[in-house]
């Protein structure tokens, strides 16, 4: 048997003598244990809110060649795994020592991902006063896992960090011991309200234009602008200093808008005043005409002036045209310039008709003989009565006597005198002779 075993030989003789010869006889057991049916390795998922599992297998059996001493595991069926790889090792041991050992692994796997709890909605805010930017703050939210162990939990920004203008996007994130990963994120929006600043300003501008054009250079110092947020700030203008401004009122702004279309302007007004009055020239010189035949009045002619103004728009307008009748007496023509502003200016000069034309004495009598009758020394002449006319008006038209007049004896000149409005004056004379 195994172990170790005496082998004795012994010799007797007739006579009772022996003799005996041993020697050991030793078996040694080195055949291992076996043992069947190891299972193998074993692969489960953590569920639920456990961060472990439960595993069940069948237990291996032992044998031996001879008898077993000890069947021995680290583990057993229905045990409780953490996450990860256990080694589970049964131990076969027989009587002399000899061992053998099954070894299979339990690797349980967490696939349950963090949970992160009072993720904040999108935030939208206003810049704050004269920055490009706002401070944010929510309430931070919480992560938990169901392996709470090396559960790490961080952020791309916290509460309280000054974000600037536009989107950003801010980021959780939990990640656990297995490396499962969960974030939560929420976009902070901040948007420049603010408008940008003028300085410098100008005043409205009054100038008047430059001699002999319809406008005046102009120029002032452009206003400056500044804003929140520097960049992407851009500023235009509808006139520069220097430009040409029309004779009026013209509108000057400057715009400056920023990069989130925020807009501020500047304005003021050019005003441009026309104080240079029109010129006239070639202005006539005075005229004299005289009545033409049989009328009271005469055609006068000239040479229209002519006009210059620095702005179009300047009209001529004249008290008389030529060709125009005037009457008797002195006229005075004026031409007026008026321009766009009012500025005006004038030339004038006379027409002065002279009546040159005597008044006309129609059916003067012929010269009267009468002869005194009776007792009387004298006698009554009768005559009809001249008429006078005149191309103008009569101022008086009289006589030295009248029909139905007594006339002594002899001859007497009878004279009627025409005398027109401006003194020219005809006479009519004939006598009356009374013969005694």
């Known amino acids: 048997p195994i172990g170790t075993t005496t082998v004795t030989y012994t010799a007797t003789d007739a006579s009772g003598n022996t003799a005996t010869c041993s020697f050991i006889v030793t078996v040694t057991d080195t055949e291992l244990p076996v043992i069947s049916g190891c299972p193998a390795n074993i692969n489960l998922t953590a569920t639920g809110a456990s961060c472990d599992a439960v595993a069940i297998w069948t237990a291996p059996t032992a044998t031996d060649n001879c008898s077993m001493q000890s069947f021995t595991s680290t583990h057993n069926p229905g045990d409780v795994f953490p996450i990860g790889v256990t080694t589970v090792t049964y131990t076969a041991v027989d009587s002399v020592g000899n061992t053998s050992t099954c070894s299979f692994t339990v690797t349980v796997t967490d696939t349950q991902v963090p949970v992160i709890s009072g993720c904040p909605a999108d935030i939208n805010t206003t810049n704050d006063a004269t920055t490009c930017g706002a401070v944010v703050n929510w309430t931070a939210p919480t992560a938990t896992d169901n392996c709470s162990a090396g559960l790490t939990f961080t952020s791309s920004h916290n509460p309280g960090d000054v974000f600037p203008v536009g989107t950003t996007v801010v980021t ?3 990640t656990d011991a297995s490396g499962n990963v969960t974030t939560c994120t929420f976009n902070v929006t901040v948007t420049d309200t603010e408008a940008p600043v003028a300085t410098g300003c100008p005043a409205d501008i009054n100038v008047t234009n430059d001699f002999n054009v319809c406008s005046a250079v102009v120029n002032w110092t452009a206003p400056s602008f500044s804003d929140n947020c520097s960049g992407g700030l851009t500023v235009t203008s509808s006139h520069n200093p220097g430009a040409v401004f029309p004779v ?3 509108v000057v702004t400057y715009t400056a808008t920023d990069a989130a279309g925020n807009v501020a302007t500047c304005t003021f007004n050019v ?4 104080s240079q009055v029109p010129v006239i020239s070639s202005c006539p010189t005075n005229i004299n005409v005289n009545t033409a035949a049989g009328q009271c009045s005469a055609t006068a002619n000239w040479s229209v002036p002519t006009m210059f103004d620095n702005c179009a728009g300047a009209a001529l307008t004249s008290t008389h045209n030529p060709g125009d009748v005037f009457p008797i007496g002195t006229t005075t023509v004026t031409y007026t310039a008026t321009d766009a502003s009012g ?4 030339c004038t000069f006379t027409v002065t008709v002279t009546d040159t034309e005597l008044p006309v004495i129609s ?7 009468v002869t005194a009758t009776g007792a009387s020394c004298d006698a009554v002449a009768n005559w009809t009565a001249p008429t006078a006319t005149d191309n103008c008006a009569l101022q008086s038209f009289t006589s030295t006597h009248n029909p139905g007049d007594v006339f002594p004896i002899g001859t007497t000149t009878v004279t009627y005198t025409a005398v027109d409005s401006v003194g020219n004056t ?3 004379s004939f006598t009356v002779t009374v013969t005694d």
């Open 248 to 250: 009026g009122t013209t």
């Open 271 to 274: 005003v441009v005043t026309d």
């Open 172 to 174: 959780y994130t939990a």
């Open 426 to 428: 005809s006479t009519c």
């Open 343 to 346: 500025n005006t200016a004038t």
């Open 363 to 369: 059916g003067c009598p012929a010269n009267i003989n």
